[in-house]
């Protein structure tokens, strides 16, 4: 089994989802930058440096976005839920 793997399935019944999302999503971003960057400059150092700079940003970014994306979903669940009505009795 992977290491990912191995730590997704021992830390996931504890860790925050997003924060499971964010690590996955910052694996495949520095995969990402790196091949592209690579590909542009035919320089693996400034691959490198390109892939772990700019994904660290991004993912760091990455994470608040989510939390400020949870926090408008339950906000917007609160205010198109029911009412209740205490103290009113229906017959």
Same mark, same amino acid.
């Given at each position: 089994m992977s290491a990912l793997k191995v730590f997704v399935h021992n830390h996931s019944g504890? /860790?925050?989802? %997003?924060?499971?999302?964010?690590?996955?999503? !910052?694996?495949?971003?520095? @995969? /990402?930058?790196?091949?592209? !960057?690579? =590909? =542009?400059?035919?320089? @693996? =150092? @400034?691959? %490198? =440096? @390109? !892939?772990? /700079?700019?994904?660290?940003?991004?993912?760091?970014?990455?994470?608040?976005h989510e939390k400020l994306w949870a926090r408008k979903n339950r906000r917007q669940r609160e205010t198109t839920a029911p009412h209740s009505h205490r103290g009113v009795t229906v017959a």
């Open positions: 504890g /860790v925050d989802d %997003s924060l499971m999302k964010t690590l996955t999503f !910052a694996i495949t971003h520095f @995969i /990402v930058a790196f091949t592209v !960057a690579y =590909l =542009l400059t035919g320089d @693996i =150092l @400034i691959g %490198s =440096l @390109i !892939a772990m /700079v700019e994904p660290a940003i991004n993912t760091v970014a990455y994470f608040f």
